[in-house]
């Protein structure tokens, strides 16, 4: 967009010197009227980037969720596909249950012995308070007959959290989409074993709960942005459209400035920081926003409420972007 500044600028020297003839070509008028330029130009540019600034780095975010199954074990069926649209529900992949439907099983044999144990525990209590009525059985004996049904009780409890914990167990064996999205670069087959380590995450999964389209702007160019500005987007992969937005919140935040907890001093290089801070903007086509493919790139222009003489400049920069997109775009 200089360029073409320049050329605007260079095509009327030539109607003010040659066409018009309103100047001689003295060496006095030519160095004026390029000093002019000089000046007239930069102040142009001064005033386009820091009232419209334009940025060629925003894209669309979406969560990635790392499927990290709750048990670990082999696959046994694995539906999914990369990039397949998928509901919240779906199933990703089964892991094999015969372990844990074995564990369920014992347990609930156990379960059952030890309800046995009780009632007859109950059943001596009883006997034992009736010989005790009739001085038949001394207190003691009661007492331990007692003390065995509470244990039975209590064996019970501690064995039914235990059958509780089995049938989750088994229920997570089948591991299901958290969102409507997809999943993406799946490489799992059947026979592949999973593990629960976070590190070791079978598949990302690609959510479409939200769409966010966040750009960067040198720290110089995002002062005077605000949440509310005006925004014109450009996508990549959609040339010759140009779609209207609003700046949502800012994040004016840098990772050459953080600090964390470390035996390690600081190293300080005097290199000057050149952080990028991030903006984050709604489309006001929300229907729009929420079909677009995360990492898809654009171009934005962000208009402040001041020098909006110079947003022509954006306007006219983004649509030559957008129509360029014809030839750039893969």
């Known amino acids: ?58 894209r669309v975010f979406r969560y990635i969720i790392p499927i990290v199954p709750n048990v670990k074990g082999q696959l046994v069926e694995v539906p999914v596909q990369s990039m397949q649209a998928m509901q919240e529900g779906d199933l990703l992949y089964r892991i094999d ?11 609930q044999s156990q379960l059952e012995q030890q309800g046995a144990q ?9 006997r034992a308070e009736n010989l005790v009525a009739r001085k038949a059985a001394s207190q003691l004996d009661l007492d331990i007959w007692i003390a065995e049904r509470d244990a039975a009780a209590a ?18 064996t089948e591991v299901r989409a958290p969102s409507n999205g997809y999943a993406a670069n ?20 690609i959510s479409n709960e939200s769409t966010e389209l966040i750009a960067s702007f040198s720290q110089s160019a995002i002062r005077r942005i605000e949440p509310g500005n005006e925004v014109e987007v450009v996508f990549s992969s959609i040339p010759g459209q140009v779609f209207g937005g609003k700046i949502s919140r800012l994040g004016k935040a840098g990772g050459q400035a953080q600090a964390s907890a470390s035996s390690q001093l600081p190293t300080l290089t005097g290199t000057p920081i050149t952080d990028r801070w991030a903006v984050w903007v709604s489309l006001d086509d929300s229907a729009f926003a929420s079909q677009l493919p995360q990492g898809a790139g654009a171009t934005m222009a962000v208009y402040t409420d001041a020098g909006k003489p110079v947003h022509v400049i954006s306007k006219v920069a983004l649509r030559m972007s957008a129509w360029l997109a014809y030839l750039t775009s893969p």
């Open 118 to 126: 009780l009632r007859l525990a109950q059943i001596n209590v009883d």
């Open 1 to 58: 967009m200089i360029a073409f500044i320049i050329i605007c600028y260079s095509a009327l020297y030539i109607v003010i010197f040659n066409k018009m003839a309103w100047l001689k070509k003295t060496t006095g008028n030519i160095s004026a009227f390029a000093g002019v330029g000089v000046v007239l130009i930069s102040a142009i540019v001064f005033s386009w980037y820091t009232f419209s600034p334009i940025s060629a780095d925003a």
């Open 186 to 205: 799946v490489q799992v087959r059947e026979g592949s074993f999973v593990t629960t380590v976070p590190a070791g995450s079978s598949l990302a999964f």
């Open 97 to 107: 249950p015969t372990p844990f439907e074995f564990n369920v099983r014992q347990l």
């Open 155 to 172: 064996a019970i409890e501690a064995t039914q959290a235990q059958l509780d914990n089995a049938q989750w167990q088994l229920a997570e």
